[in-house]
């Protein structure tokens, strides 16, 4: 199965600075996708940003951009300019290209905390 | 708003109790999802439904019990739980791999329910 980890289980950052979140993933998979998903306190769970592996381009989506790094099994998240309401859990996840792979696999999650 | 609709948003029960938790979504979605969350936790998959159909049960106990009536509708019938399922269960939907492939899921709000 595949697993992904998140090694930071906490991060802060300041407002209006640059904050990178990191997530590794293990698979034998060359075809997937890639997720960033963000839980704020009110508890609902919105996609952020997505990324497919056969792409070399790295997502971007306003403030969200992702670092991909396929080689190393790596898909870290940066924010830029971090706002108040980027404050949440964001949760890292991985799903197959395979046509049975409807399951998802999330990471442990990092909280992040941005300070005013 | 959300387009994957929870409800009750907040569950108090006995042991003894028989109560359902339902979920419904108009996208589409031939994909359906129960989660448990505990906080600070990333979600842990309980159930899948592919076209209505159960197709990954992750060895949950049977005191929870899916049901999918039709593509739109997703419950999840509860009886005889304990206090360490006072959780947050979320429902959750998406299209199906190859249709296109890649997509996310789309999360409820999530039932917050409590045991006493």
């Known amino acids: 199965a595949q697993t992904v980890t998140q090694s930071q289980p906490e991060m802060s950052v300041q407002e209006a600075e640059t904050v990178t979140l990191s997530c590794t993933y293990d698979t034998s998979e060359s075809d997937y996708y890639l997720f960033w998903y963000k839980q704020p306190p009110s508890r609902q769970m919105i996609l952020v940003i997505r990324?497919?592996?056969?792409?070399?381009q790295n997502a971007t989506e306003n403030r969200f951009s992702v670092n991909f790094q396929k080689a190393a099994k790596s898909f870290s998240l940066k924010i830029s300019d971090s706002q108040l309401g980027d404050a949440a859990m964001y949760f890292c996840a991985y799903r197959t290209s395979a046509n049975t792979g409807n399951q998802f696999y999330f990471g442990t999650g990092t909280s992040l905390t941005v300070i005013p | 708003d959300t387009e994957v609709t929870q409800t009750p948003k907040h569950l108090v029960m006995g042991m003894t109790n028989k109560k359902s938790l339902k979920c419904e979504q108009h996208?589409?979605?031939?994909?359906m999802y129960w989660y448990k969350q505990k906080a600070k936790k990333p979600p842990e998959l309980m159930f899948v439904?592919?076209?209505?159909?159960?197709?990954i049960n992750e060895s949950v106990p049977s005191r929870f019990s899916p049901e999918c009536p039709n593509s739109s509708l997703l419950n999840l019938h509860l009886h005889a739980l304990q206090p360490e399922d006072s959780a947050l269960y979320l429902c959750?939907?998406?299209?199906?791999?190859?249709?296109?492939?890649?997509?996310?899921?789309?999360f409820g709000d999530g039932t917050r329910l409590s045991i006493l």
């Open positions: 959750a939907s998406s299209l199906l791999p190859g249709t296109p492939p890649g997509q996310p899921q789309h």
């Open positions: 439904y592919s076209y209505e159909k159960l197709s």
């Open positions: 996208m589409g979605h031939r994909a």
């Open positions: 990324q497919e592996a056969y792409k070399q």
